[in-house]
């Protein structure tokens, strides 16, 4: 299976900004970002088609910017005002789906680390 590996996590003060890369050992149709909290349940936050269409969780609309380069075949999160709500370790996914929706988690890299300090 194609694997993941995320990177660009770090520790950022309340309203900057951090942008995330996922890097995958393949091609894949549709790729998406999750975060999991201490103590919560992993949730999405973006996900994007190989062709651009996007969706986005409600709490990051509009500050969060998911793309993609398909021919180095990596997925980026750029994070701007950031929150201490946004504090989470970031996963990056791939899977089937119906336009930029997954359906299905096919595996997950090992998760980067973001801290938002208030």
């Known amino acids: 299976q194609v694997q993941l590996m995320e990177s660009g996590g770090g520790l950022v003060q309340a309203g900057g900004s951090l942008r995330l890369s996922c890097a995958a050992s393949?091609?894949?149709?549709?790729m998406g970002w999750y975060r999991q909290a201490p103590g919560k349940q992993r949730e999405l936050v973006a996900s994007?088609?190989?062709?651009?269409?996007?969706n986005y969780a409600a709490s990051v609309k509009g500050r969060f910017t998911i793309s993609r380069d398909n021919a180095k075949n990596t997925m980026y999160l750029q994070m701007t005002s950031l929150k201490p709500e946004d504090t989470a370790v970031y996963y990056c996914?791939?899977?089937?789906?119906?336009?930029?929706?997954?359906?299905?988690?096919?595996?997950w890299g090992q998760g980067t680390q973001v801290t938002v300090s208030s």
């Open positions: 996914t791939y899977g089937p789906s119906m336009g930029a929706i997954l359906l299905k988690q096919v595996s």
């Open positions: 994007i088609t190989r062709d651009g269409n996007t």
């Open positions: 393949g091609s894949i149709f549709t």
